[in-house]
T-cell receptor
Framework: GQQVMQIPQYQHVQEGEDFTTYCNSS?????IQWYKQRPGGHPVFLIQ?????EVKKQKRLTFQFGEAKKNSSLHITATQTTDVGTYFC??????????FGQGTRLTINP | GAVVSQHPSWVICKSGTSVKIECRSL??????MFWYRQFPKQSLMLMAT?????????EQGVEKDKFLINHASLTLSTLTVTSAHPEDSSFYIC????????????FGPGTRLTVT
């Protein structure tokens, strides 16, 4: 079936270190979205990538969409304790349906 | 920003009973709402897509007679878990797309269901 794979499942870093999570789809995506879910909270929309090869930045966060629109990455530079949470990618297949990756849980040692 | 509310935030019910969960878009209209289930430390699994005024579209493996979805207005969708069993215990999250907005979905705070 249609799947969106995300790695790694867990990542523990020291505060100040960088962090990257990767997302891969078995099929070409219309677009891809990234969400952050804090412990006990609900997913919060971060960004959407639509164009092949697109790169977007939000302060310390850099999002990339692959040329083939099948993979994406989120990179956080110099992590802070406020970055703790689970980051999900969600690929859009067709007009409406979002398929979520398994998520990457980020924990940070202050 | 767009706000989606869910009620109740948590519920405990006995096996065999039914539970209704409400999802409301508070400051925007949503022709489409989505219902997800999330087990502890796992990803969100789409259960169904709810379209205002029409029948919901269920994902493969989701029993439509067990998880009844009604989307009666542009701001309200309900999910009823019928004849709940302990294995239905989960975190149920709805999301809504703004009719006038872009592609992002706004998520509700979720409803924690525990079936005893």
């Amino acid at each position: 079936g249609q799947q969106v794979m995300q790695i790694p499942q867990y990542q523990h870093v020291q505060e100040g270190e960088d962090f990257t999570t990767y997302c891969n789809s078995s099929t070409t995506l219309s677009n891809i979205q990234w969400y952050k879910q804090r412990p006990g909270g609900h997913p919060v929309f971060l960004i959407q990538l639509v164009k092949s090869g697109e790169v977007k930045k939000q302060k310390r966060l850099t999002f990339q969409f692959g040329e083939a629109k099948k993979n994406s990455s989120l990179h956080i530079t110099a992590t802070q304790t406020t970055d703790v949470g689970t980051y999900f990618c969600a690929g859009r297949l067709g007009a409406q349906k979002l398929v979520f990756g398994q998520g990457t849980r980020l924990t940070i040692n202050p | 920003g767009a706000v989606v509310s869910q009620h109740p935030s948590w519920v405990i019910c006995k096996s065999g009973t039914s539970v209704k969960i409400e999802c409301r878009s508070l400051d925007f209209q949503a022709t489409t709402m989505f219902w997800y289930r999330q087990f502890p430390k796992q990803s969100l699994m789409l259960m169904a897509t709810s379209n205002e005024g029409s029948k919901a579209t269920y994902e493969q493996g989701v029993e439509k007679d067990k998880f009844l979805i009604n989307h009666a207005s542009l701001t309200l969708s309900t999910l009823t878990v019928t004849s709940a069993h302990p294995e239905d215990s989960s975190f149920y999250i709805c999301s809504a797309r703004d009719l006038a907005g872009e592609w992002e979905q706004y998520f509700g705070p979720g409803t924690r269901l525990t079936v005893t």
